[in-house]
Structure formats: structure tokens, C-alpha cells
């Protein structure tokens, strides 16, 4: 669980092109939520590139938006939505186990929704329950977010339980729509 202890650090790449990072950090220093820079992209298309059957499941698309390692480059470089922020999370080694993003609808920046996955060999030890407490957290409290959901198919009952986990409750049947306020 996100406590109001967890860190936020701003950090600054040494590139004098990049734009300052967000770095997010859990109480207990086991997790961390850094945004992506251009200096991920080798590590982020091998996680993608040796997940590719985990990533499918449930006809979720992240393989098929990163065939090669430009395709993850050009999404960093030149996002497809620049106003979404996408994270890597990271143990405290620094390893990268998975992704999570965050992002505003156009006529609402009060509202976003949040999507995230994890290599497979991290699933299993609540480390997506974490990152989604700590972003969840951070949006409510820093972003001036009030309501955020996740949009999980019906047979994905993995992402269904993180965020049940993570206090937010099912608010959509058709494609099980999960909300959470910034007072529940
Ligand atoms: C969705 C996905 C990230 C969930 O991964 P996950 O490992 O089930 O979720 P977590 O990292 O929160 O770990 C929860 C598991 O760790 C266990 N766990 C161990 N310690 C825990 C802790 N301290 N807190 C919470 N859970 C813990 C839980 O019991 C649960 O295991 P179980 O499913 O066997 O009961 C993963 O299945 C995935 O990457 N899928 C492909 C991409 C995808 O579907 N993304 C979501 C699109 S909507």
C-alpha cells in the first residue's frame, strides 16, 4: 500500500535535451516508478521482445506496438500522446520489471486512466499492485487527478484483481471498467 512516505524525486538526465524525470520511490525502497528517457529503450524492447506471448494474452496490443527496438525509441522520442506519462518500474537494483502509464482525457485533465504490465518473471509478487498504489497516489495528490479507471477485458482476471487490490472498484459490466475518486 501507497503511504503518503513514498518519495518523489525529480530528477534531472544528464542529456541537456531531456526534460526533468519523475521519479517516484516506495516507502519501503522496494519499488520504483521512473519515467521513461530515451536511454531505456534497449532494456524496455528486450523486456517487450521476451514477453511477447505473456504480453498477448487477452488481445492486449503492447507487442504489437513494439515490433523493434525504433518502434520503442520513436514512442519515447515522438510520443503518440505526449500528455501521457509512462513510467518504468524498477526494483531497488534498478532492474526493469514492467511498465505503467498514466493518461488524461482530452476534456478532462481530472480524469485519466492508468495501464500497466509486467515481465513475467515479476508477476506474482504484488509488484503491479505497488506501482499502481504509488501512481494512483501520485496522481491523486500531485497531478490533481479525482478520478481515475483502468480498462481490463473480462477475461484478464490478473489486472481485475490489482485493481480491486488497489481500492478501486468496478464500475462498467461491458468491458469491466474499474474507478477510483480521490475521496474513496
Ligand atoms: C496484469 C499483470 C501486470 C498482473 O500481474 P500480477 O503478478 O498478477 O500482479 P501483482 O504484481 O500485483 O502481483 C499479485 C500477485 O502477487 C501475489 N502477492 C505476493 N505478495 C503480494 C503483496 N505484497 N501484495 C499484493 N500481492 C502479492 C498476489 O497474491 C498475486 O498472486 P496470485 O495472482 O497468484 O494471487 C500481469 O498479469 C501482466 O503483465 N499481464 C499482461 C499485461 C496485462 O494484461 N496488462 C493489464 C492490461 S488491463
Redesign the pocket.
Known amino acids: 500500500m501507497a503511504t503518503e512516505k513514498d518519495d518523489v524525486n525529480i530528477v534531472k538526465e544528464t542529456s541537456p535535451h531531456s526534460k526533468p524525470l519523475i521519479e517516484i520511490t516506495s516507502s519501503d525502497g522496494e519499488l520504483i516508478l521512473k519515467q521513461f528517457s530515451p536511454s531505456d529503450t534497449q532494456e524496455i524492447f528486450e523486456l517487450i521482445d521476451r514477453?511477447r506471448e505473456?504480453?498477448s494474452?487477452?488481445e492486449?496490443d503492447?507487442s504489437d506496438k513494439y515490433p523493434t527496438l525504433e518502434s520503442v525509441e520513436i514512442s519515447i522520442l515522438q510520443p503518440s500522446n505526449p500528455d501521457r506519462l509512462r513510467f518504468g518500474i524498477r526494483d531497488a537494483q534498478g532492474t526493469l520489471l514492467?511498465s505503467i502509464n498514466l493518461t488524461p482525457e482530452k476534456d478532462n485533465p481530472h480524469k485519466g486512466e492508468i495501464?500497466?504490465?509486467?515481465?513475467?518473471e515479476?508477476?506474482?509478487?504484488?509488484?503491479?499492485?505497488?506501482?499502481?498504489n504509488l501512481l494512483t497516489d501520485y496522481a491523486f495528490n500531485h497531478l490533481g487527478y479525482q478520478e481515475l479507471y483502468?480498462?481490463?477485458?473480462n477475461t484478464?482476471?490478473?489486472?481485475q484483481?490489482?485493481l480491486r487490490?488497489a481500492g478501486y472498484k468496478e464500475t462498467g459490466k461491458e468491458v469491466l471498467l474499474f474507478s477510483k475518486t480521490i475521496s474513496s
Do not use: W
Open positions: 514477453n505473456h504480453l494474452q487477452n492486449e503492447t514492467g495501464g500497466y504490465y509486467l515481465g513475467k515479476a508477476t506474482g509478487k504484488g509488484y503491479t499492485t505497488k506501482a499502481v483502468g480498462i481490463v477485458a484478464n482476471k490478473p489486472s484483481e490489482v487490490r
